[in-house]
């Protein structure tokens, strides 16, 4: 995709950063220089400029971008006004994160579908990855259900897939497993049922969020 990010905050610096991970061709604009100095070599455009400036959009032809995402931070006029430039502009997918309720409420009389609420995402990743003994990383796909990055179970380590009957015994699934450490730990694909755990293994399991707690504060088989 073509995504454009506007206001590299710390936020918006992580999106595009990630966006470009997955090599996506992101544009970035900032006033600040220094900051747009710092993600130049990380991304496809780095351009610095006013976003409240309706010419310094119109410059960009971001109504070609498949996204343009909206991440100013705390000054939430400015997101609505550069967020109004746009729709003028004819871009159709925009994406604002909004900083509180009333800025939300704004953006919704905007018609604006796409809203990120980053801090409150954050605050509820972390609180169910704290709830899940030895969890790394947490997705959640509903209110009920998953996908978590966890260490292996101690009473885990030696016994095959098939043994263990994951979906059976914990009505979860085991999408798949990363081993080694550091930089050289590497994802082993989809495990067949003759698959030996291993100490220091990690984890990527899908099943209901109470299913994997009960599973990862398991002490015994």
Do not use: W
């Not at 009333?102 to 509820?124: C, F, G, Q, S, Y």
């Amino acid at each position: 995709m073509k995504v454009a990010v506007i206001g590299l905050g710390q936020f918006g610096c992580q999106l595009a950063l990630a966006l470009a991970e997955d090599h996506h061709e992101v544009l970035v604009l900032d006033e600040d220089e220094k900051v747009i100095d710092s993600m130049k070599d990380e991304v496809t455009h780095a351009v610095i400029g006013d976003a409240e400036d309706i010419k310094v959009l119109d410059q960009l032809d971001l109504a070609s971008m498949d996204r343009v995402c909206v991440t100013i931070g705390e000054d939430f006029a400015a997101s609505l006004l550069v967020t109004g430039h746009l729709q003028e502009l004819g871009v159709k997918h925009i994406y604002c994160r909004a900083v509180n309720s009333l800025h939300e409420r704004l953006l919704h009389l905007m018609k604006v579908d796409n809203i990120i609420h980053a801090e409150a995402l954050a605050a509820r990743q972390l609180a169910k990855r704290m709830g899940i003994r030895g969890a790394t990383r947490h997705f959640a796909l509903s209110d009920d259900y998953g996908i978590v990055e966890m260490e292996v179970p101690q009473f885990l380590v030696g016994m095959m897939l098939a043994k263990a009957d994951l979906r059976q015994r914990f009505a979860i699934n085991l999408i798949t497993v990363k081993r080694g450490t550091g930089d050289n730990r590497k994802v082993l694909g989809v495990p067949a049922p003759d698959f030996a755990f291993a100490e220091g293994d990690q984890l990527v399991v899908f099943g209901l969020e109470q299913s994997i707690k009960v599973f990862s504060n398991r002490k015994a088989f």
